[in-house]
């Protein structure tokens, strides 16, 4: 098994942490790739607006998430558990006894590998692992790592790799943080890893949660669902956008409604009911049974309490999952949106999207009527707002047309 070990401050992790890790496992062939925050980094003080250990060990899990390469990239709290400062040869060390005969790879930067041979037990670290650094900028070249390369492999019989990684944004930490506390910063950053800094008001950010710009609000969102949702929700903001457009509704508020429509899906049953509870939000018989079903609320009371959406946002939400009678333009673009956005991919998805921007209507009752079929075939109870939806469009006239060739 070979083994890739990448740790760091990550105060906060950036988009350069996360190339570098793409990087290496594809260039590598890791088998398994261990991101490890540092408790106390022996090379440096952690600076006063510092995230806590547990904040960075957050921040690296959503850079791990980001990789979606689950099971193969995993974060360990090693450093942080043992307290004190983070030497890299005891970590290696404690690695070697848990994963036996494994070809170890430690992952460092630039200022790192020019350093290495400076560090504690520098011998230790470089029997132990092989040595992989990178170039931060287009700048950097054979002769910035060739001497360094050779020095290690003849003192130290080395194995170094280097990588380099083209149109990188070189960013340090440091710099990072003072844009950050200025209001900038998010071009730097993974989204969740930005929605994570402006939500707990990390670096000075101090993010008005209820007046965030689009790009902000995004990135809140994806910081609270796992990286693999993140597709989904871009695709349903986009889709109810365009069909915004194609039927004369609000597009802002069918960006935000699209943006924020999961933000809670992978919560607990017992958060879900905690939350509506503590808004008013009442829960049916049905809903109380089935967790699937409580995002739509507790999604809903996120929008309005945390982020000061307004009514018509509020209602799209809570009605996308189970459609009502009689609804507003902008719900039934969010039920249809979420129903067949770009990613979808099942037997009737096209059909449904051609009528989406021929006979709105129309395409609502599809997707209803594509859910009683689905819920009966999987013998599972239809929620009773989704009969009164489908029963109430058809007593008033809709029907499903064919779409013409």
Not at 329 to 337: D, R, S
Request: aromatic share 8%; charged share 25%; proline share 4%.
């Amino acid at each position: 098994m070979k083994i890739g070990v990448y740790g760091g401050t990550f105060n906060p992790p950036h988009m350069g942490h996360f190339k570098a890790a793409r990087a290496a496992v594809s260039v590598l062939k890791l088998d398994k790739l261990i991101l490890i925050p540092a408790a106390i980094p022996p090379h440096k003080s952690l600076p006063a607006d510092s995230a806590t250990a547990e904040e960075r060990l957050a921040m690296t899990q959503y850079l791990a998430d980001s990789l979606l390469l689950p099971g193969q990239v995993e974060v360990s709290a090693m450093e942080i558990e043992r307290g004190g400062q983070s030497y890299s040869a005891q970590t290696l060390r404690e690695l070697s006894e848990q994963y036996p005969g494994a070809e170890l790879w430690l992952l460092v930067g630039t200022d790192m590998f020019l350093t290495l041979h400076l560090w504690q037990d520098a011998q230790a670290v470089m029997h132990m692992a092989g040595i992989c650094t990178f170039g931060r900028t287009e700048q950097d070249s054979e002769s910035v790592f060739a001497p360094q390369r050779e020095f290690l492999s003849r003192t130290y019989q080395a194995r170094v790799t280097v990588i380099t990684l083209p149109r990188i944004v070189d960013v340090s930490s440091t710099r990072l943080r003072e844009v950050l506390s200025r209001g900038g910063g998010g071009e730097y950053l993974l989204p969740p890893v930005y929605g994570y800094i402006l939500r707990t008001g990390l670096y000075g950010t101090d993010a008005n949660l209820k007046r965030l710009e689009i790009a902000e609000l995004r990135a809140c969102s994806l910081s609270m669902v796992r990286a693999k949702r993140h597709d989904h929700i871009l695709g349903v903001e986009e889709e109810a956008v365009r069909l915004a457009r194609r039927w004369g509704a609000d597009t802002e508020y069918a960006r935000r409604a699209g943006i924020l429509h999961d933000c809670t899906k992978y919560w607990t049953g017992q958060r879900h009911k905690q939350l509506c509870k503590m808004c008013g939000q009442e829960l049916d018989e049905l809903e109380q049974q089935t967790e699937k079903l409580l995002h739509a609320k507790s999604g809903a009371c996120i929008a309005r309490t945390v982020f000061g959406e307004p009514d018509e946002v509020y209602d799209a939400i809570l009605w996308h999952t189970t459609g009502k009678p009689d609804m507003t333009l902008l719900e039934k673009i969010l039920y249809v949106a979420d129903y067949m956005e770009p990613n979808r991919k099942f037997e009737g998805v096209d059909r449904l999207r051609d009528l989406a921007y021929t006979d709105l209507d129309s395409a609502l009752l599809l997707g209803l009527e594509m859910t009683v079929l689905d819920m009966e075939v999987r013998c599972k109870r239809i929620h009773p707002m989704t009969w009164e939806a489908r029963n109430w469009l058809k007593a008033h006239g809709v029907t499903i047309e064919e779409v013409e060739p």
